[in-house]
C-alpha cells in the first residue's frame, strides 16, 4: 500500500482528532476569558495551566495514534496507539509535577478546566458532523 492510500485511510480520524483539540483550545481561551473577569489573574492564569496540561499530551496521542493504517500495518497501528497513550499519561504526570513545582495554582479553575477538557472529547461528536 502506498503512502497516499494510507494517508487517506487516517485522513477521517486525525481530522476529527484535530478539530476537537481545536475545540478544546477554544474552550481553554473563552473559560480563561471568563474566569479572569469573574476572578482575577492568577485564576485565569490557572485556567490555562489546567487546560494546556489537558491538550498538550492529547495533541502528541493524536499525532501518534494516526500515524499507520491499513490492515498490513495493523501491529504498527496497534503499536502506536498504545505507545501513543503509555506516552499522553507520562507527559500528562510530567506536566503536573512541573506545574506543582514551579507556578502558583489556583486548584478550583486549575482541576475544573483540566477536567472539563478532558471530558470534551466525549461531547464534541455530539455537535461536529460525522461525516466529513
Not at 25 to 43: E, P, R
Not at 58 to 79: D, I, P, Q, T
Request: aromatic share 16%; proline share 4%; with cysteine.
Amino acid at each position: 500500500m502506498n503512502f497516499s492510500k494510507r494517508n487517506d485511510l487516517v485522513k477521517n480520524g486525525r481530522k476529527l482528532a484535530y478539530i476537537q483539540i481545536g475545540i478544546a483550545l477554544i474552550t481553554v481561551i473563552i473559560c480563561a476569558v471568563v474566569t479572569y473577569l469573574f476572578w482575577g489573574v492568577d485564576h485565569a492564569k490557572s485556567a490555562i495551566f489546567g487546560g494546556l496540561i489537558a491538550i498538550i499530551p492529547n495533541m502528541y496521542f493524536a499525532h501518534k495514534a494516526f500515524k499507520y493504517a491499513g490492515a498490513r500495518s495493523s501491529k504498527k497501528v496497534l503499536e502506536s496507539f498504545y505507545g501513543g497513550e503509555k506516552m499522553k499519561m507520562v507527559l500528562t504526570a510530567v506536566l503536573f509535577a512541573l506545574a506543582f513545582k514551579f507556578l502558583v495554582i489556583e486548584p478550583v479553575p486549575f482541576f475544573g478546566i483540566f477536567c472539563l477538557i478532558m471530558v470534551l472529547p466525549l461531547l464534541t461528536p455530539v455537535f461536529i458532523n460525522k461525516n466529513f
